[in-house]
Structure formats: structure tokens, C-alpha cells
């Protein structure tokens, strides 16, 4: 099993930060271009328990991948987690937590994730998925300091 944590503090308010990251829509905004990301379907402006999103997105080496995610765990204003339900990782589960702060709004992302394809999947790691992760994740933080 791999993780990736990240911290950020963005000076906004709890309830700015929760109606952006509720609304599925948003993955789209903070998603890098060369992604291809994709909603398919119609899905509605507000997450909830259950609620299953199907998307396409580019995988390096893998061409384009279906991906569905069920939201799952929503606490109103805190806290939710996507679960990769169909996709290019064995194992996914991203939970999104935000906090008021002094300062604003801390945003925690902690993914944890298990690649298929044993040894490939081990060494596709090392060589390309952490970094690859690591960038994904650096984006978002540029987006959302420049979205608040």
C-alpha cells in the first residue's frame, strides 16, 4: 500500500471551500489539461453517501481509463472520501478533509492506493506513479491558491 499526504492553508472561508470541493463538477478545474479528465453523465452540483461519478481520464502509459468513484463518509462542511470503485489503480481511497484555521481554511488530501500487475504495478511506482501523483497533486495546489 502507497500513500500521499498533503496540507494546505488557503485563505478563504469553511463554507467557500466546502461549496467548492461538494460540487463534482470542480475535479475538472483542478485536474491538469494533458489529464484528458472527462465527466460522464449527468451528475448533480452536490455530493452525497452513495453517489457514483463515472469519468474518463489519461493514464501515462495506459491510454484513456474509465474511472467511477463513489463518494462515501460525506460529514456537511468537513470531510468526504472517493473510492475508486472501477479504474486503473487495484486500490483507491482519497479522503478530503477541511479545517477553519486562523489563517482560513486548511485543506488535507490523504490518498492511499495499491497498483495492479504485481511486480509491474511495483516497479511503475517507482519509476512514474509517485512522481506522477506528486505532480497531480501540486497542481491542485497552484489551482487553489489562485481560485481563492
Known amino acids: 500500500m502507497h500513500s500521499l499526504h498533503r496540507e494546505q492553508t488557503i ?3 469553511l463554507d467557500e471551500a466546502w461549496a467548492f470541493l461538494s460540487n463534482p463538477y470542480n ?3 483542478i485536474t491538469p489539461p494533458e489529464m484528458g479528465f472527462q465527466v460522464l453523465g449527468e451528475i448533480p452540483e452536490e455530493i452525497y453517501n452513495g453517489l ?3 469519468y474518463r ?3 501515462p502509459y495506459l491510454g484513456n481509463q474509465l474511472w467511477v468513484s463513489e463518494i462515501k463518509h460525506v460529514r456537511l462542511r468537513r470531510a468526504f472520501v472517493d473510492e475508486q470503485r472501477v479504474g486503473p ?3 483507491w481511497y ?3 478533509e477541511i479545517n477553519q484555521v486562523e489563517e482560513g481554511v ?3 488530501d ?3 492506493y495499491q497498483l495492479p500487475f504485481g511486480p509491474l504495478g511495483r516497479a511503475a511506482q517507482v519509476l512514474f506513479v509517485r512522481r506522477s501523483l506528486r505532480e497531480i497533486f501540486d497542481y491542485r495546489k497552484e489551482v487553489f491558491s489562485s481560485l481563492f
Do not use: A, E, G
Request: no cysteine; charged share 10%.
Open 11 to 13: 485563505p478563504t472561508s
Open 27 to 29: 475535479l475538472s478545474k
Open 52 to 54: 457514483l461519478i463515472s
Open 57 to 59: 481520464v489519461k493514464v
Open 89 to 91: 489503480y487495484r486500490f
Open 94 to 96: 482519497h479522503y478530503h
Open 106 to 108: 486548511q485543506f488535507i
Open 110 to 112: 490523504q490518498v492511499s
